[in-house]
């Protein structure tokens, strides 16, 4: 990767460190804002001032919730009602975004280069493994120097 690319990546990282205790964090069943609500001995009436809200609306919001049709800023309206605040973010699957771009990288370089072998071989100059793993390497590198567009297709 590029220095500034690098830079990104590695600022990115560390943004969202904060957020990777975060992945452990099971959302109930019911969601947050009934869980919250309930929890505080809330009626969904008195969360309904607070909100300028009827009891059915709050209702509606629950359930939306619960199934993951809410917007963003209703939980923000809601987390405010609840004097919270709506936190949200991304955890990379692979721990780190740098390790995301090495995966997507390495496996796109071993689709060009085992593609290539494959018509090297037909033509019988096929390479040996250890080149061609050598090959997928530098192409990996390259591609995360460049980060090419193509990584994400």
């Known amino acids: 990767m590029r220095n500034k690319k690098k830079l990104l990546v590695a600022q990115l990282d560390q943004k969202l460190a904060v957020f990777k205790d975060a992945e452990r964090v099971l959302v109930p069943q019911k969601g947050w804002v009934n869980t919250i609500r309930t929890t505080l001995n809330m ?3 008195q969360l309904g001032t607070k909100l300028r ?3 059915g609306a709050i209702q509606k919001i629950e359930e939306r919730e ?3 049709q809410i ?7 809601v987390g405010e009602a609840l004097n919270m605040k709506f ?4 955890v ?3 721990g780190t975004i740098e390790n995301l771009i090495n995966l997507k990288a390495e496996k796109l370089a071993r689709k060009i280069v085992l593609r290539t072998n494959q018509n090297m071989k037909l033509e019988d100059q096929g390479i040996g493994d250890d080149k061609i793993n050598d090959s997928i390497m530098d192409l990996a590198n390259e591609i995360k120097r460049e980060m090419r567009k ?3 297709d």
Not at 71 to 77: E, G, H, R, S, V
Request: hydrophobic share 40%; charged share 25%.
């Open 71 to 77: 917007t963003i800023n209703k939980l923000k309206d």
């Open 150 to 152: 193509s990584l994400w």
């Open 43 to 45: 009626t969904m009436d």
């Open 87 to 90: 936190v949200y973010g991304f």
């Open 66 to 68: 619960a199934i993951g």
């Open 53 to 55: 809200l009827t009891k």
């Open 92 to 94: 990379p699957k692979d």
